[in-house]
């Protein structure tokens, strides 16, 4: 049998399946009309100043109305989104 080490997205990906299936994370839905408001307000709000692109806010106003306490994300434009928002009790760097 031969062996194979997970690495990048590939590794986190799989810590990610497992923590789905032993019930640290969940699948969960967002009501879309209120999702597309929400960043709408983000987008006049932080746009300009953060250069996020509309999936970057999309993906903000997501997490901000499943109650996601952290943020997290590997994308810079994204991340300086989520804090200047202040929803959210932390959003730690992440190094890739």
């Known amino acids: 049998m031969d062996t194979v080490k997970l690495t990048?997205?590939?590794y986190v990906f799989k810590?990610?399946?497992?923590?789905l299936g032993v019930g640290r994370l969940r699948h969960s839905e967002v009501d879309w009309h209120d999702s597309?408001?929400?960043?709408?307000?983000?987008?006049d709000s932080f746009t300009v100043a953060t250069g996020a692109a509309s999936v970057d806010?999309?993906?903000v106003a997501a997490a901000r109305l499943l109650g996601a306490d952290t943020f997290?994300?590997?994308?810079?434009?994204q991340r300086?989104?989520?804090t200047r928002s202040a929803y959210f009790?932390?959003?730690?760097?992440?190094?890739p």
């Open 8 to 10: 990048g997205s590939a």
């Open 15 to 19: 810590l990610i399946d497992e923590d």
């Open 36 to 43: 597309f408001r929400l960043a709408e307000q983000l987008s």
């Open 57 to 59: 806010v999309w993906h």
């Open 72 to 77: 997290w994300t590997f994308d810079e434009e």
């Open 80 to 82: 300086n989104l989520a």
């Open 89 to 95: 009790r932390r959003v730690p760097k992440l190094i």
